[in-house]
């Protein structure tokens, strides 16, 4: 089985939907850590509660990111990492993780890529008064949500949306998307195009 650890900065509801795919036979996958930038995020107490291990760390605490993730990669490699999956980790993965990990690396993001990358993507839709944007499952490179895309799914957006009516079915998309592709993933099965 596929020992993952997963990277999040708040919520944690992609963590959480990736948890209990896996207790509803789903998704075939070890979540062996969860790694968060944000000590008193949610997704923390989410980890606790599935008694999923966490390293938690602020990095104000490290001189450089080379510092934090370093250590990082030392977590990873004590529990025998294979897979890094990112789930609202808001934070550019560095030259240390990356060329361990390059290839094994994905990120769920809140827009049909390359449309509004970046932060609040969500806003950035409703702000260009777009019809239509979605989500993506992609590769991670040293880019801001550049990497090959893997997967995508649209999300319509409504005259009457709100950032929270817009963003809740935005994640009610994710929390399907995320898992069946990594069940894909870790298959090997050839995951191509907009397939999903
Ligand atoms: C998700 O919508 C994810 O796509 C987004 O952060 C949210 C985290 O929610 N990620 C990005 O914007 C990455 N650029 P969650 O903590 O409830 O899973």
Do not use: W
């Not at 923390?44 to 509660?49: C, S």
């Not at 060329?99 to 993001?109: F, L, Q």
């Not at 649209?154 to 079915?169: G, H, M, N, P, S």
């Amino acid at each position: 089985m596929k020992k993952i650890a997963i990277f999040a900065s708040g919520s944690g509801s992609n963590f959480q939907a990736i948890i209990d795919a896996i207790h509803e036979k789903k998704l075939e996958a070890d979540v062996s850590l969860l790694v968060c930038d944000k000590p008193g995020a949610r997704v923390v107490e989410r980890a606790e509660q599935s008694e999923t291990e966490t390293f938690a760390f602020n990095p104000k605490e490290y001189e450089t990111k080379t510092a934090f993730e370093t250590e990082i990669l030392k977590q990873l490699k004590e529990r025998n990492i294979e897979f890094i999956v990112l789930a609202g980790y808001m934070r550019l993965i560095g030259s240390t993780l990356l060329s361990e990990y390059e290839g094994r690396i994905v990120n769920i993001h809140p827009s049909l890529l390359p449309a509004f990358p970046g932060k609040d993507a969500v806003g950035q839709a409703l702000d260009a008064k777009a019809e239509v944007t979605g989500v993506t499952v992609h590769y991670v490179d040293s880019g801001m949500d550049t990497g090959p895309i893997i997967a995508q799914k649209t999300v319509e957006i409504k005259k009457e949306d709100t950032r929270e009516t817009l963003q809740e079915r935005i994640q009610q998309v994710e929390h399907q998307l995320f898992p069946s592709v990594l069940e894909q993933l870790f298959n090997q099965e050839k995951v191509g195009g907009v397939s999903f």
